[in-house]
C-alpha cells in the first residue's frame, strides 16, 4: 500500500521508507522479549514489523481510520500485537514499566511528550523521532538559548539524550525540515513536586525570555522569596536550573 496510499497532513504522516534508518532506530531502541511496549503511530508498519518480531506484548496505537484495517488485517496472526485505534493523546497507560517508541506526529508532539511525562510511574523508557530542533529543545542545558519548558519539564523526569539525525529523504513524503531521534530514560530519583504547578509556573517563566525571573514571575515571587531560594531576581529565565524551578514550585505550593 505503501505510495498508492495519500497521506494525511492533519496526521502529521511522513512514513520511513529507508531500511537502514528503521534499523538504526531499532537497533538504538534494544526490544526485548518481556518488555511492554507501545508503538505510537504505527502508519505503515514499518517500525512495527520489527517489534513484533522481538516482543510479547506490542500495542500500536494509530488513529488513522484508512490505516487501521490494514494494520488489523498484516497482524491478525500474531496474539503479541493489540491493535489500539485511537488518539494517543488519550492513551491511559496502566502496566508499569512500559516502554514506548515512535516515529512521532511532528504536529501534536509536545502535547504527546507532556501527556507522557504525566504517566511517567508508569514509563521506563522512550524513543522517538521528532523535529531536529524539538530534540535540541528537549535536550538543552541551562544557559543556552534552547533550553526553555520542554527542557525544563522533561529533563525533570528522564535523562534525554540526542541521537542520530534523519534526513527528509528517508521519507514518503519527505517533511520539510530534519528529523532526529532521542531517548528519554526516566531517572532513578525524581524530586516530588505538584507537576500541574509546576508546568503552570515554567510556562509564566519563560513568559517573555528576555525578561528577568523577577518581572515574569511578578505577584508569584517576592524579594524574600528570592532570598530564601538564593537565586538571583536578575537571571533570566533560561539560567535557572531544573533544581530551582522545582524548588520555586515547592515554595508557592506551600
Ligand atoms: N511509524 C510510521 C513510520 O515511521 O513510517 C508512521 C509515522 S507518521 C510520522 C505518524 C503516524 O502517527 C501516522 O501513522 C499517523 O496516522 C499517526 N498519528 C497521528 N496523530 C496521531 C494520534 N493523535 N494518535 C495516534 N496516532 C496518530
Do not use: W
Request: charged share 25%; glycine share 4%.
Amino acid at each position: 500500500m505503501s505510495n498508492k496510499y495519500s497521506a494525511k497532513k492533519r496526521f502529521g504522516q511522513n512514513f520511513l521508507q529507508d531500511h537502514s534508518v528503521i534499523e538504526r532506530i531499532i537497533n538504538a531502541f534494544v526490544p526485548k522479549e518481556n518488555d511492554t511496549i507501545y508503538e505510537i503511530g504505527p502508519g505503515q508498519a514499518a517500525l512495527s514489523n520489527h517489534l513484533v518480531e522481538y516482543c510479547n506484548h506490542v500495542q500500536l496505537v494509530e488513529i488513522d481510520d484508512d490505516l487501521v484495517p490494514a494494520l488489523k488485517a498484516q497482524f491478525a496472526t500474531k496474539p503479541n500485537v493489540t491493535i489500539l485505534h485511537q488518539d494517543a493523546l488519550e492513551l491511559e497507560l496502566t502496566e508499569p514499566n512500559c516502554r514506548i517508541i515512535g516515529n512521532l506526529p511532528y504536529n501534536v508532539s509536545t502535547p504527546l511528550l507532556i501527556r507522557f511525562l504525566y504517566q511517567s510511574e508508569n514509563i521506563s523508557d522512550m524513543l522517538f523521532m521528532l523535529q531536529k530542533e524539538v530534540v535540541k529543545r528537549i535536550c538543552a542545558e541551562v544557559g543556552t538559548k534552547a533550553y526553555g519548558r520542554l527542557s525544563v519539564m522533561l529533563q525533570y523526569a528522564f535523562d534525554c539524550e540526542e541521537l542520530f539525525i534523519v534526513k527528509p529523504e528517508s521519507f514518503h513524503p519527505q517533511p520539510k525540515v530534519d528529523s532526529q531521534i532521542v531517548r528519554l530514560v526516566k531517572k532513578q530519583e525524581i524530586p516530588i513536586v505538584d507537576l500541574q504547578k509546576m508546568e503552570s509556573l515554567v510556562k509564566q517563566a519563560f513568559g517573555q525570555r528576555r525578561k528577568t525571573i523577577k518581572n515574569n514571575l511578578k505577584g508569584i515571587l517576592t524579594d524574600d522569596d528570592f532570598e530564601k531560594l538564593a537565586i538571583d531576581p536578575k537571571l533570566r529565565p533560561e539560567s535557572i536550573t531544573i533544581e530551582e524551578y522545582v524548588n520555586i514550585t515547592n515554595l508557592i505550593s506551600d
